[in-house]
């Protein structure tokens, strides 16, 4: 079972990871429903972690917070895909730069949920920011949330 879900596109992994969340009960999932789940996420952050790659992504329109030391911007996440997240922002962002991405108003607490990224490249107002360089297991938390969120968001094509 785990192999069919390590071989599965982007677009597959958030399908299978809705389907899973619809059969949660209010305890929550049945042994193997959480197992499943845990190597779903597992496998969608692995993607995300991909350096460069290409392939298939999901729209996910969604307003953020985009900041660093020097400044605090609105972006609107385009995409996520492996390699990161594509974000429509404006001004010019540094490949390296350090980021912290805010989703607001997801219930997480009422500052909103905060990942940190570093942006990988910039181009004619989009950044692309790879999430993979924090490895504390917080971190892989709110990361998990916060790409839950991106895929709550999504816009089938």
């Keep these: 079972m785990h192999a069919d879900i390590e071989a599965m ?15 949660r009960t209010p305890v929550g999932w049945t042994p193997e429903d959480a197992q499943e789940r845990a190597t779903v996420e597992r496998c969608i952050l692995g993607l995300l972690s991909k350096d460069g790659a290409t392939g ?5 329109p ?34 390296g730069t350090h980021v912290e991405m805010i989703v607001r108003g997801d219930g997480t ?15 004619r107002g989009v950044a692309r920011i790879s999430v993979a360089e924090q490895p504390s297991e917080a971190h892989e938390r ?6 839950l969120e991106l ?5 089938h094509n």
Excluded at 56 to 60: G, S
Excluded at 109 to 121: A, F, P, T
């Design 9 to 23: 596109s982007l677009p597959e992994l958030a399908d299978r990871l809705e389907d899973l969340d619809g059969r």
């Design 56 to 60: 298939e992504v999901l729209r996910c």
């Design 62 to 95: 969604l307003d953020i917070l985009l900041r660093n030391k020097e400044k605090t911007v609105r972006a609107v996440v385009r995409e996520i895909g492996a390699g990161g997240i594509r974000v429509d922002v404006e001004g010019q962002w540094v490949p």
């Design 109 to 123: 607490d009422e500052h909103g949920l905060r990942v940190r990224g570093v942006i990988r490249g910039h181009d």
């Design 142 to 147: 709110r990361l998990r949330r916060f790409v």
């Design 151 to 155: 895929i709550r968001h999504r816009v």
